[in-house]
């Protein structure tokens, strides 16, 4: 079993910028294939971005394209998410996950695909 744990989230003005970091264990990341969702009150939650157990490939939602990008670290076995120029939209608990069990774009994107989840660290974007 994999444990997740998230962690960099706070409070930050719009434009500002946040690393949000999963730390890993009980599993390597390496060959998985990895995302962050995030969630408001009263909204369902929603994909960010993932990176794909294929070397090189990442997937963002049109909503944070050319602002966060995805990375991991297979050594220290995180997982990060830069997230640039933020927006009082980005408000929300963000969530790490691992292991889809597929790679199609249909799938990756749907929480209920992932097996491992972290608790979640909260991003507030005010105005």
């Known amino acids: 079993q994999v444990q997740l744990v998230e962690s960099g989230g706070g409070l930050v003005q719009a434009g500002d910028s946040l690393r949000l970091s999963c730390a890993a264990s009980?599993?390597?990341?390496?060959?998985?294939?990895v995302a962050w969702f995030r969630q408001s009150p009263g909204k369902e939650r929603e994909f960010v971005a993932a990176?794909?157990?294929?070397?090189?490939?990442?997937y963002y939602a049109d909503s944070v394209k050319g602002r966060f990008t995805i990375s991991r670290n297979n050594a220290q076995n995180t997982l990060y998410l830069q997230m640039n120029s933020l927006k009082p939209e980005d408000t929300a608990v963000y969530y790490c996950a691992a292991d889809a069990y597929s790679s199609i774009l249909s799938s990756i994107q749907i929480p209920s695909s992932y097996s491992y989840w972290g608790q979640g660290t909260q991003v507030t974007v005010s105005s």
């Open positions: 009980g599993g390597a990341l390496s060959r998985r294939t």
């Open positions: 990176d794909f157990r294929t070397y090189g490939r990442t």
